[in-house]
């Protein structure tokens, strides 16, 4: 009777260990890297959130935004927003965080101005050396959506 007390406890013990495990790394692609997050954001002000790029020599024109995750050091960083509500100054904010390096590389700073309802492209020549990344965006000091990209 002992010994198969012993065998559950044994058994019950490895079954929360591998549980515990996969939701601590299950989420994980190989060199610790997070999976990249949905774009879509359910909230007050956001609809959908993605990334694109310009060629680095390319004039601003939002029609030509390639949406990807991948870009050379050479490109256009870029941010797609679907905004559904005015969103107030100060109230949206952004950060890009080093996945490998594990931290930020660009604090979280907030928008100064208030952002129109409707669909917003903004681009910006890369800032980042070769490596993977996440854009993180806020809404009210709350992480509201990542989005993983790489630079290469």
């Known amino acids: 009777m002992k010994n198969k007390l012993l065998i ?11 549980i515990l495990a996969f939701t601590l790394f299950g989420n994980k692609k190989p060199g610790g890297i997070e999976k990249e997050q949905p774009g879509d954001v359910s909230g007050e002000y956001l609809t959908r959130a993605s990334l694109g790029k310009l060629k680095g020599d390319e004039k601003f024109d939002p029609s030509k935004v390639v949406k990807t995750s991948v ?21 949206f904010g952004l950060s890009v ?11 979280k700073a907030n928008f100064p101005q208030e952002l129109k309802m409707g ?14 990344y996440e ?18």
């Open 8 to 18: 559950i406890i044994i058994v019950l013990l490895i079954i929360i260990i591998a």
């Open 71 to 91: 870009f050379s050091t050479t490109d256009q960083f870029c941010m797609i927003l679907d905004i559904k509500k005015n969103i107030p100054a100060g109230v």
């Open 97 to 107: 965080y080093d996945q490998i390096k594990g931290e930020d590389v660009t604090p």
């Open 119 to 132: 669909n917003m492209v903004g681009c910006e020549p890369i800032e980042y050396p070769v490596g993977q």
């Open 135 to 152: 854009q993180r965006i806020y809404i009210n000091d709350v992480l509201v959506a990542t989005l993983s990209f790489e630079v290469k």
